[in-house]
């Protein structure tokens, strides 16, 4: 019996490998510039307990011991990092440079970056400031730094998009990626965000690479900021794909605005699902036309209509 298992084993250890020799490109063998996207999660939590000290990691931090604790947690970043980037390099139009080279490249990148620190947080202090005073149930910003899934995805999609801008390869969507899956805002590190962004509860929201947002733009759950038609594939990598929305718009919930040449102007309101594929005027309010609710009452077997009713607010109807 042990022979006739081991012998089944054996066509199936056999099986696997001929698929790795017929599918390469899904492969890793004999590298050791493979990514740790453990290390690299661990890289951000450290970020994030220097955008907000206090608020995540050490606490019971003092104005007399910041300077040390920021620099013992840049110490950790910085060395970390310059690794990770030395090995994403190698992913990139880098793999010709000896390893000295790419080292020093990654240790310039690392640095590059973590000096942009205090204007991200001069960004995150805006989207602080938005979240609390757009937001009715907000009690504090303590609770919004600690607490709110869309702070924490525009936290991460913020630092890692410094990170893309200086063309670092992977590590950015690793990052964003990873606030994917833990908050459900799917926002691409190459977007262009300005400062005061909302996103309001946040399940569900797409912000796909080519978009551009404004200041003082509010999004709600469940919102696609999208492309028009992806079949061109690789084809289409350098076009303009996604919208453009402009300062002071608000987008509620389930609404789609895609297309690259799509243009929200300033003061927009598009509301709750409506599917929007071209430009939309300034100072304009866009809703789906009211739907019609049907009640079945218990006391009569019958079907009841009432439309549903609201005050006029729509400026296009759609």
Known sequence: MAQVIDTRMKYLVNSLVK???????????????????????????????????????????????????????????????????????????????GEDEVLKKAEELSFAFLSRLPEIRDRLATDVSAAFDGDPAAYSRDEIISSYPGLYAITVYRLAHELYSLKVP?????MTEHAHSLTGVDIHPGADIGPHFFIDHGTGIVIGETTIIGSHVKVYQGVTLGALSTRGGQALKEAKR????????????????????????????????????????????????????????AERNQWEHQEFLQEPFWDYVI
């Open 19 to 97: 698929s790795y020799e017929d599918h390469g490109e899904i492969i890793k063998i004999d590298t050791g510039n493979q990514l740790n996207r453990g290390i690299i999660i661990d890289i951000l939590d450290k970020l994030r307990c220097l955008i907000f000290p206090g608020y995540f990691g050490r606490k019971n931090i003092s104005f007399g011991t910041v300077e040390y604790y920021a620099g013992e947690l840049l110490e950790e970043v910085s060395y970390g990092l310059s690794r990770q980037i030395s090995r994403s390099l190698r992913h990139g139009k880098d793999v010709a440079l």
């Open 170 to 174: 992977l590590i950015p969507r690793i």
């Open 242 to 297: 996604h919208p453009t929305i402009e300062d002071h718009v608000t987008i509620y919930s389930g609404a789609s605005i895609l297309g690259g040449a799509t243009v929200i102007g300033e003061g927009v309101v598009i509301g709750s699902n409506a599917f929007v594929t071209k430009s939309v005027p300034e100072k304009t309010r866009v809703s789906v036309k009211n739907p019609e609710l049907q009640f079945k009452t």
